[in-house]
């Protein structure tokens, strides 16, 4: 559970290329934010710096209360969920789930829980033998989810989550990123949601709000129905 604060961040890339321009964003505990805006805008390397995944050139980033500028992607209590899935293929979904949790040395009966809880969730209990190679792109998304989630992360990142699936499994997949959100704060685990996204249809349905970039500055920070309603 964990606010996620950016105060001047910037991302120059080491050609020069000035990416982020000093942009300021609170991001609420237990919020959903999106962000959104056209490719290029600076979207994936906002959220990677979030991640720890790109070094930041300026600024600060908090999550919960802490300066992360140093801390690497696995001291950060995010989980992230990326366009390709990034699973390992050689193994099986359960092994993938609990691989994380292995290393975090957090005991096997507790592993076998968080992953039985997780496959129920997200109605991969089936799958749990299966390697991602013999699944669906729908099916290896919602097991990337399960592993995001099993961590149990403070927040949760999403780069592009839906863009690898066609229309149907986008609009199934969608409904289950936004029902984990929702069971999640009913179980009291208030977890913090960022999520990229050029797509105008999912920032709509899933942001509480929705953040607008433009060639690494921020062009707005609303509600879905301000924005919406807005000139
Ligand atoms: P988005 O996710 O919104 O499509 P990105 O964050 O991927 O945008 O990229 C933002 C800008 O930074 C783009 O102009 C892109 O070309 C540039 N960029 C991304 N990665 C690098 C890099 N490694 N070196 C130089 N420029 C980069
Ligand atoms: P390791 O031997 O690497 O410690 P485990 O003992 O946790 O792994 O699991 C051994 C094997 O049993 C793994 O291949 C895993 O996929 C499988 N397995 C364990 N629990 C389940 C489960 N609840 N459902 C399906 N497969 C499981």
């Known amino acids: 559970m964990a606010e996620v604060i950016l105060r001047q961040v910037e991302k120059v890339y080491p050609n020069g290329f000035k990416a982020v321009h000093g942009i300021d964003l609170t991001i609420h505990e237990g919020e959903f934010m999106v962000f959104v805006g056209p490719s290029g805008c600076a979207k994936s390397t906002t959220l990677r710096m979030i991640a720890g995944l790109e070094d930041i050139s300026d600024g600060q980033i908090m999550i ?70 013999e699944m669906s792109g729908g099916q290896r998304q919602r097991v990337a989810l399960g592993r995001a989630m099993v961590r149990k992360p403070d927040v949760f990142l999403f780069d592009e989550p839906l863009s690898n699936l066609d229309a149907k499994l986008r609009v ?37 709000r929705i953040c607008v970039l433009d060639q690494g500055n921020i062009m707005q920070v609303d509600t879905p129905m301000n924005l919406y309603h807005s000139p």
Request: contains cysteine; proline residues 4%; hydrophobic residues 35%.
């Open 64 to 133: 919960g209360n802490k300066c992360v500028n140093n801390l690497p992607p696995k001291d950060r209590g995010i989980s992230m969920v990326f366009q390709n899935y990034a699973l390992y293929p050689h193994m099986s979904v359960y092994e993938n789930m609990a691989f994380g949790l292995k290393q975090q040395k957090i005991n096997k009966r507790e592993i076998e829980r968080r992953i039985s809880d997780a496959a129920e969730t997200l109605e991969i209990t089936h799958l749990l033998a299966s390697k991602p190679g």
């Open 172 to 208: 199934s997949t969608r409904i289950s990123i936004a029902q984990l959100h929702h069971d999640l704060k009913a179980e009291g685990q208030n977890a913090t949601m960022i999520y990229v996204t050029h797509d105008q249809v999912e920032a709509m349905t899933l942001g509480d």
